[in-house]
C-alpha cells in the first residue's frame, strides 16, 4: 500500500513529507493506522545525527496511538478494530529479560530493532522509487500507516483520545514510571528534577502521585517553571541564578540533599550535579536523559561509596502491554493529566515547525494528528 510519511533522509535536515510504500505485515506483525504521535526529544536527538545508533533513511516518531488494519499470520492477540499503543520497547513474555522481574528491557527483537529492521531483517517501508526506507526504534510513527511486530504493541480501551494518549507512548510512562517502577519513591520523599521539559513534567505528576512532600525543579529555562507549579513543584531553582556549584546549593537547601533526584535533561554534567545532589548515605539519582555519542558520565567514587545510588531508566522502567493499558485508565480516570503538556496540535506537513518550537524551548509536547 501506500501512506503518507515525514521521511529522515539525512542527519541534520528536515524531515520530507512523501508518500512511501509499506508492505503487508509478515508473520506475528500488524499493520497499524497511526492517528497521532507525539514529537519526544529522542526523535531529535537522532536527526540530529547525535544518537550512535541513528541510521537514514529513516521513518523516525515512537511515542503514538493508532488502531490496527490487518493482522499477519500467527498473530493472536489484536485484531481489526483494535486501539493501540506502539511500544519501543516491546513485551515479549517469554524472554529471559521479560521473565525477570527486575528489568523492563525484553530482548526478543532488540538486535533487528537497532538495525532499523523487522525480526526477520526486512524493512517493510520504501521510497515509491524503491529505495529501502528503515524503521525506528521499532515503531515509525511518523507515518500514517505502520507494521509492528504483534510485541511491540500495548491495546489500550477504544474510548481514550489517540492525540492525548499517544503521549503515553513515551514521555508520560517514562517520567512517572521512573518514580514508581526505578525509583520507587516513598510518600514524605524529598526529590530534585534536573530538566523540566516533556520528560521532567512527567516526573514531577509522578512524584505528587507518589506522596513526595517536597519536588524542587531545577532548569536553565525559567518559563518552563510555571507548568511545573501546575504539576507539583513546591521549589524551582535557575542555575543561572545560583552562585558558585549548584550541588551544594540544592544540598543545603534540602537539608541535606534529594533523597531522590533525577536528570531529564541528557547533559552529562547536569547527571553529575544530580547524583552530588543527592543525600549522603542514602540518596538515589535516576538518569533518564540520553546523551550524545562519545559522551561519558563522572563523578568522584566517593559520592558513591559513600552512600549515593546512580541508576538509569528506560521508558521508566514499564512493561509495556501490562503497563500502558493501565496508565491510560490513570488519564481516563483523572489521576493523572496529560491535556496541558500538548501545548501545540500539527498536521504532519507542520512537522518540523514542531522540531523548531522545541528547539526554541516554546513547546512541551507537539502532537501531530493525522
Ligand atoms: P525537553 O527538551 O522537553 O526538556 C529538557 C529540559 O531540560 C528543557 O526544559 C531544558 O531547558 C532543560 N535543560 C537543558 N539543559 C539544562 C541544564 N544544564 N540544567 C537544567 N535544565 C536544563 O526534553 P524531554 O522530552 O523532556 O527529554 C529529556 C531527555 O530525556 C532527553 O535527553 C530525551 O532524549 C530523554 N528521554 C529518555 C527516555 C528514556 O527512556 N530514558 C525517554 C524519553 C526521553
Ligand atoms: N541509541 C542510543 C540510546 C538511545 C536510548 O537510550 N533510548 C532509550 C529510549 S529514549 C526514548 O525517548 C532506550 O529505551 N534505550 C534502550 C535500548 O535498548 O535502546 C545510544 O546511545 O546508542
Ligand atoms: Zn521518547
Redesign the pocket.
Known amino acids: 500500500m501506500r501512506t503518507k510519511a515525514a521521511v529522515a533522509l539525512e542527519a541534520g535536515k528536515p524531515l520530507e513529507i512523501m508518500d512511501v510504500n509499506l508492505d503487508a505485515p509478515k508473520e506475528g506483525e500488524v499493520l497499524v493506522e497511526v492517528k497521532a504521535t507525539g514529537l ?3 526523535d531529535d ?1 537522532t536527526l540530529s545525527g547525535a544518537d550512535p545508533e541513528g541510521q537514514f533513511p529513516a521513518i523516525l516518531g515512537h511515542e503514538g496511538a493508532g488502531v490496527v488494519v490487518e493482522v499477519g499470520p500467527g498473530v493472536k492477540s489484536l485484531k481489526p478494530g483494535d486501539h493501540v499503543i506502539p511500544l519501543y ?1 516491546p513485551e515479549c513474555r517469554e524472554c529471559e529479560y521479560c521473565l525477570n522481574p527486575k528489568t523492563n528491557l525484553c530482548q526478543a527483537i532488540r538486535g533487528t530493532q537497532g538495525q532499523g529492521v523487522m525480526p526477520d531483517g526486512t524493512s517493510r517501508f520504501s521510497m515509491t522509487d524503491g529505495t529501502p526506507l528503515l524503521h525506528y526504534m521499532g515503531c515509525s510513527t511518523f507515518a500514517n500507516h505502520t507494521v509492528l511486530p504483534e510485541i511491540a504493541l500495548a491495546k489500550i480501551r477504544s474510548d481514550a483520545p489517540f492525540d492525548k494518549v499517544c503521549y503515553i507512548g ?2 508520560v510512562t ?2 512517572i514510571g ?1 518514580v514508581v517502577n526505578t525509583a520507587k519513591v516513598e510518600i514524605g520523599a524529598t526529590a530534585i528534577v ?8 512527567n516526573v514531577i505528576q509522578g512524584l505528587r502521585l507518589a506522596g513526595a512532600d517536597r519536588i524542587v525543579g ?4 525559567p518559563d ?1 517553571a510555571d507548568m511545573a507549579w501546575k504539576f507539583g513543584m513546591t521549589d524551582f531553582v535557575n ?1 543561572s541564578e545560583v552562585e558558585g556549584a549548584l550541588a551544594p546549593y540544592l544540598v543545603e537547601m534540602t537539608g541535606g540533599g534529594g533523597d531522590y533526584t533525577f536528570d ?4 552529562v ?2 547527571m553529575r550535579t544530580a547524583l552530588e545532589s543527592a543525600h549522603k548515605g542514602w540518596g538515589e539519582s535516576v ?5 550524545p555519542a562519545g559522551a561519558e558520565i563522572a563523578t568522584r567514587p566517593f559520592q558513591l561509596v559513600t552512600g549515593r545510588v546512580w541508576k ?5 522502567g514499564a512493561s509495556g502491554r501490562t503497563d500502558v493499558p493501565r496508565i491510560v485508565d490513570w488519564y481516563m480516570d483523572g489521576k493523572i493529566e496529560i491535556d496541558p503538556m500538548i501545548t501545540h496540535t500539527l498536521t504532519l506537513e507542520e512537522i518540523n515547525k514542531g522540531f523548531d518550537m ?1 528547539h526554541a ?1 516554546e ?3 507537539s502532537v501531530v494528528v493525522y
Open positions: 519526544c526529544h529522542t536527538f520497547t513515551c514521555g517514562t517520567g521512573a534536573f530538566g523540566l521539559g516533556g520528560i521532567g513534567l531545577v532548569d536553565i529555562n518552563k542555575p531529564a535533561t541528557g547533559n554534567d547536569v538518569i533518564i536523559g540520553v546523551a538509569g531508566t528506560a521508558f521508566g522545541m524551548g513547546s512541551i509536547r
